[in-house]
């Protein structure tokens, strides 16, 4: 079982940087692949970035390549999604999730409960 708290949220003008944080405790996150996702109101949750067990292979999604930067600490059991240049389509509650790589959300097992974030233009 593994919990996951995510903090770092808030409210930020365009192009301000917010970095996330997403703690987890209980089985250890270096064993499962982490990812982002994120659900604007009224849309469907959908993924941002994951990056592997190890630390090796992140991937994000196109419309945020180049802004945005997922990184883990397995010694902290910490993974990290620092977000630059923001616009305000970036803003949604913003989810970590642990399981297997991937970019569907039926790869992971479990999830935080979410922390907002508000671009303001």
């Known amino acids: 079982q593994v919990t996951l708290v995510e903090s770092g949220g808030g409210l930020v003008q365009a192009g301000g940087s917010l970095r996330l944080s997403c703690a987890a405790s209980g089985r250890t996150v270096s064993s499962y692949a982490t990812g982002w996702f994120r659900q604007a109101p009224g849309k469907e949750r959908e993924f941002v970035a994951t990056i592997s067990s190890g630390g090796t292979m992140p991937y994000t999604l196109d419309s945020v390549k180049g802004r945005f930067t997922i990184s883990r600490d397995n010694a902290k059991n910490t993974v990290y999604l620092q977000m630059n240049s923001l616009k305000p389509e970036d803003t949604a509650v913003y989810y970590c999730?642990?399981?297997?790589?991937?970019?569907?959300?039926?790869?992971?097992?479990?999830w935080g409960q979410g922390t907002r974030v508000t671009v303001s233009s």
């Open positions: 999730a642990a399981g297997r790589y991937g970019i569907r959300r039926s790869n992971y097992d479990y």
